[in-house]
């Protein structure tokens, strides 16, 4: 029985959250009390609460209407040390003090006589959709701004290939024209005799 407790505890506090789809807020009166982020809002001021206390008080609006026995509280709350009975009273005693049981008259918490507490307030669960994060969409800016920068490359890369066609055409015919001239002297060089030859046969 502890352990079925004590696990449905920890998985109520904040399963529902993890999803981030929806957040989910416990109101009654003026408060509202957010598992998530482990706040008690008091007309929206925060209101502190010792690690314990918030823990007992989430146990107690979660099963609102609901008898929740002492043993029940010191299994699940203080599921891994041994506390004894009398400190689940000053802890209830304390959340009186902080909704403001003893000044407005108002019943949040009901004593059961030697059995345990019940929460009596009306208690109404509240689900908004989580709102998107800036980095979100400053994340989407700039992958609109790196896709901008990517498309601009394109735009320039014909101008940088006719100005390297250039030089290389230049190039391609320097190298011709050299061959050609180189061809030309080697012909010239081969045949140096023919001229003289006709000089000769002329002169005899």
Do not use: C
């Amino acid at each position: 029985m502890s352990l079925e407790n004590s696990s449905g505890f920890l998985l109520n506090f904040s399963v529902r959250d993890v999803s981030g789809k929806e957040k989910h807020f416990y109101e009654f009166k003026s408060f509202r009390l957010d598992v998530a982020e482990r706040q008690l809002l008091n007309n929206g001021v925060s209101v502190p609460l010792m690690p314990k206390v918030f823990d007992v008080l989430v146990y107690l609006v979660e099963r609102s209407g609901r008898l929740i026995e002492k043993d029940e509280l010191l299994r699940t709350v203080w599921a891994d040390t041994f506390v004894e009975e009398a400190n689940v009273a000053r802890i209830v005693h304390e959340l009186r003090k902080i909704l403001g049981d003893d000044k407005s008259g108002d019943k949040f918490i009901e004593t059961v006589a030697k059995k345990g507490y019940r929460f009596v307030a009306k208690v109404t669960e509240i689900s908004e959709p989580d709102a998107p994060k800036p980095e979100s969409r400053q994340s989407a800016a700039a992958v609109g701004s790196q896709d901008d920068t990517k498309k601009q490359p394109s735009l320039a890369v014909k101008p940088k290939q006719s100005a390297r066609i250039i030089p290389i055409a230049v190039g391609l015919l320097s190298v011709i024209l050299l061959i050609s001239l180189l061809s030309f002297n080697r012909q010239s060089e081969t045949n140096p005799t023919a001229p003289n030859q006709s000089i000769r046969t002329t002169a005899i």
